[in-house]
């Protein structure tokens, strides 16, 4: 009996979550490799960031979802290197053959050739980010509230799209809503909140009347907006922005960055290997058919490429991209097993969505433009189909509706240390060399 050919899946993300599911039934042997032990729901990050759920609600393991498919193994490691050529992949310590390969190692968060800001603002991409971030904001708060200062925290947001608007949405929620009443010698409802954008508004990629509703809704729960404004220098507790040729220095208790996303280590590798290059972006350009440069055996899928559409536009980084292109490249798996030709890649785009605050949400679905309600029950059912598993499905459920009756955020515990000492501002040199007209709240 011939031995069954080896289909090897790389994340364990959206897309190689699909990948695998869509060849339950199929007469091949599937190895999932990942470098984490479960699978991230990241679009509800921003939620345990700032305590309205807990971790485990948006994870759930890999080997407990794909229990019941026999035809997979799932490996805990990271993949490091590739040689299509001999059909193998390799980390530190293993050696994986394949017949076929679906690389889905997802993202990273780009800080655009500033790496060493990621100290100082972390990313919303992994579990440790959200509690790390959570752990600063509420860490903000108690910090000022310990040592009675009269002017609350000053917690910025770098960046206007989905992420960014949800969380300074929801910190503006904590802040004014769910913590009011519980602290005595502060008003945290008086934390200033600020959401920076590069662009001239927020939501760039959806129409510009459902841009202006966030920003108005945004503007109304108490956020400040920077629009066409960069960061210029960063550090822990204070930030320069630069707005055309006028600077702004920002005292800031916490900063959270939602700018960028670039492709996983594992897309300049795989683009090494196969001899063609990456995009600025570090993500690794498919053909139409997901395969990568003339490798018929190895697909790619997820954030970690650029998929460009025959008008020319751009695939973003989201769940539904990667579930779509996970499922089509393991279909195509299946079509070259039978000797049949591979079909390009055709993305369905059923619409995008993005919350802002309780009861608040904007919706592109069709070509139907929803606001307020309408668009918020569109996003809390759509998020609760997307989650993987019941159990997650019926406990977010139900801490959803009970935050949206007590305005609670249940989910508010830190660990780790929290500095009781705030840190001393840099010298006035390193931030002021280059500030033409400064302003300082």
Known sequence: MSQRPQVLIVGGGFGGLAAARRLHRADVSVTLVDRTNHHLFQPLLYQVATGGLSPANIAAPLRNLLRSQGNVTVLQDEITGVDPESSLAWSATEQYAYDYAIFAAGGVTSYFGKPGWAVSAPGLKTLTDAREIRRRVLGALEITELKGLADPPTFVVVGGGPTGVETAGAIAELTRHTIVGEFRRTDPSKSRILLVEAGDRLLANYPKSLSTAAAKRL????????????????????????????????????????????????????????????????????????????????????????????????????????????????????????????????????????VIGRGAAVAKIGPAKLTGYPAWFAWLFVHLLQLVGHQNRLLVALQWGWNYFTKNRSARLTSGETSLVPESPPSSETHLSKVVNATAP
């Open 219 to 354: 503007t109304a729960m108490g956020v400040e907006l920077r629009l066409s404004t960069m960061p210029d220098e960063l550090h822990k507790d204070q930030v320069m922005l630069k707005c055309g040729d006028s600077f702004e220095i920002v005292r800031t208790a916490t900063i959270v960055w939602a700018a960028g996303i670039a492709g996983a280590p594992l897309a300049s590798e795989l683009a090494r290997a196969v001899g063609i290059a990456t995009e600025r972006d570090s993500r690794v350009s498919v053909n139409a058919d997901l395969t990568v440069s003339h490798y018929e055996n190895v697909f790619a899928v997820g954030d970690m490429v650029r998929f460009a559409e025959s008008n020319g536009n751009t695939l973003p980084g989201v769940a539904p991209v990667a579930i779509q292109q996970g499922k089509h490249a393991a279909y195509n798996v299946l079509r070259h097993l039978r000797g049949k030709h591979l079909k390009p890649f055709r993305y369905r785009d059923f619409g995008s969505m993005a």
